[in-house]
C-alpha cells in the first residue's frame, strides 16, 4: 500500500555528523523503501551538511514556527503519515496536524528520551553521578505527553523502552523499538599490527561528547599517556568549536581532528575508541561503528546502555566518576593493555563482532514500515485504547497549541492606519 508520508525535522539529517542523523536517514530510507511518497519539512536554517533528500526521491520544504500557512500546507500535502522529530516538533505541530489531518498516523521519533539525558547532566553537576538523576522533572513531563498524545512513539533504546514502560507507566501498545542500523557492509577489518592510535569522536554540538573530550584531555589521557608516552589520540567531532581546537597539542599526542570525512576509516584504522561519557541517552552510535570494524572501546555503563552488558562489552566499561583516582586508574590500565597485548585486543575485537550481530537481532516483531501501515488500517480502534491520549487532548490540556497561536498573533505586523 502506497501512503504519503510528512516527516517534520527538528534539524536537517546530517548523518556523517551524528547518530540522530544516522536514524532520521534510516526512517526516510524505510518509507521511501516501501513506495511511500514522502515530504520532509523543516523549520531549521539550512546545513552544507545535510543528506541530499533528492536523490533519495523526497521532497523537501521549509516551514515556519508558530504560523497557520503550516495549515494549508498539511492539508495540501493530505498525509496518511506525520513523523514529528523530537517532542519539541511534537508540541509545535501536532495538534496542528490533528485539527487538519484527523486520520493521519502522528509518529514521535524521540531520538533519545531528552529528559533523561538532562536530567543526568544536571545530577553530575550537583552530586557528581548521573544514577541519581531526577527522573520526574519538568521536562520530563512534558516529553511523555508528547509521547502519550502521539499514536507512535519510536523508542532508540531497550533501556528506554522499559523506563517508559515501567517508571512513566506508558502503554506498550504505544511504543516501537527502532535501534540504530547496523547493516552496512564492511570489508574485512585490518589486523591489530595494521592499526594506529587511540580515537574519540562525537559531533562537539552534543553536550555529552564535549565533556567527555574535556574528561580526556584533564584526566583520563595524561594517565595513559604516562604509560604509553608515543601514542596519540585523535579527536574527532562535527561542528568543532575555537575550545575544542584550542585543546590541539602534538606534544602531549593530543590531536584534534575535527570532522572525519568517513567514520569508517577513523574506525578501521584506530585500535581503541576512548569515550568516557559521564552523562547522555540513547544508544551511542560511535559504539556501533567502532563495532563494525571490529575496534575495542573502553566506556562507562553509560556509553554501553542499551548496547550490551558489562560483560560482554568489546574492551572495558569503567566507572562514570572520571575525575576520581581510581576510575582514572582503571581506565589507563584498560587502555594500555588493549594497546599493547595483541591477544587482549584480538579477544575483546572478536566480542565487537559478537556484540553488533547480537545487537541487530534486538527488533520488534515487524519491520518499521509494515507495522506503521498496520496500525493505520485500525487507527480508530488502536486511538480507542489509549485513554490518557484522549485526555491529554482534552481542551483543558492544549497549552501549548494557545501558545503558538498566541505568539502567532503577536507577530503579525498591525496594518497601517488609513490617513
Not at 242 to 256: D, M, S, Y
Not at 351 to 373: G, H, I, M, R
Request: glycine residues 4%; neutral net charge.
Amino acid at each position: 500500500m502506497n501512503l504519503s508520508a510528512v516527516i517534520i525535522g527538528y534539524v536537517w539529517p546530517e548523518p556523517n555528523s551524528s547518530a540522530a542523523g544516522q536514524n532520521m536517514l534510516s526512517i526516510i530510507k524505510s518509507m521511501c523503501s516501501a513506495g511511500h511518497k514522502v515530504t520532509f519539512l523543516t523549520a531549521a536554517t539550512d546545513s552544507e551538511h545535510k543528506t541530499d533528500l533528492e536523490s533519495l526521491g523526497v521532497d523537501s520544504r521549509e516551514i515556519t514556527l508558530n504560523c497557520s500557512s503550516f495549515d494549508s500546507l498539511i492539508e495540501d500535502l493530505a498525509p496518511d503519515i506525520v513523523v514529528f522529530d523530537r517532542y519539541m516538533t511534537e508540541e509545535q505541530f501536532s495538534w496542528r496536524v490533528k485539527a487538519c489531518c484527523p486520520n493521519a498516523l502522528r509518529v514521535l521519533n524521540t531520538e533519545d528520551l531528552h529528559s533523561l539525558r538532562q536530567a543526568r547532566h544536571n545530577a553530575v553537576k550537583m552530586h557528581g553521578d548521573a544514577k541519581l538523576a531526577d527522573l520526574n522533572t519538568e521536562l520530563a513531563q512534558r516529553e511523555i505527553a508528547a509521547i502519550l498524545r502521539s499514536d507512535i512513539t519510536l523508542v532508540i533504546s531497550k533501556h528506554e523502552m522499559q523506563l517508559l514502560t515501567e517508571h512513566y507507566q506508558v502503554p506498550r501498545s504505544q511504543l516501537f523499538y527502532y535501534p540504530l542500523p547496523t547493516d552496512k557492509s564492511v570489508p574485512e577489518s585490518p589486523s591489530f599490527t595494521d592499526r594506529a592510535h587511540f580515537v574519540h569522536i562525537g559531533n562537539f554540538r552534543h553536550a555529552p561528547n564535549w565533556d567527555a573530550v574535556l574528561q580526556l584531555k584533564q584526566f583520563i589521557w595524561p594517565a595513559i599517556r604516562q604509560a604509553l608516552p608515543d601514542a596519540q589520540l585523535h579527536i574527532y567531532g562535527a561542528y568543532p568549536p575555537k575550545k575544542a581546537t584550542q585543546l590541539h597539542n602534538e606534544k602531549q599526542g593530543f590531536i584534534v581532528k575535527g570532522w572525519a570525512k568517513s567514520v569508517d576509516d577513523v574506525m578501521q584504522n584506530a585500535r581503541v575508541l576512548l569515550a568516557p561519557l559521564r552523562f547522555g541517552a540513547g544508544v551511542k552510535g560511535k559504539f556501533l561503528d567502532a563495532m563494525r570494524f571490529a575496534t575495542p572501546s573502553i566506556t562507562t555503563w553509560i556509553g554501553a546502555e542499551g548496547i550490551a552488558d558489562d560483560n560482554s562489552w568489546p574492551g572495558a566499561v569503567c566507572g562514570a566518576d572520571i575525575d576520581q583516582a581510581k576510575t582514572i586508574d582503571e581506565f589507563a590500565k584498560h587502555a594500555v593493555a588493549l594497546y599493547n597485548n595483541e591477544e587482549i585486543w584480538a579477544a575483546a575485537s572478536q566480542k565487537a563482532v559478537e556484540c553488533v550481530a547480537l545487537f541487530s537481532q534486538q527488533k520488534d516483531a515487524l519491520p518499521l514500515e509494515p507495522y506503521l501501515t498496520n496500525v493505520i488500517g485500525s487507527i480508530a480502534q488502536h486511538r480507542q485504547g489509549l485513554f490518557l491520549q484522549s485526555l491529554l487532548w482534552h481542551q483543558t490540556l492544549t497549552a501549548s497549541k494557545y501558545m503558538s497561536q498566541w505568539i502567532e498573533a503577536k507577530n503579525k505586523k498591525p496594518k497601517p492606519i488609513a490617513s
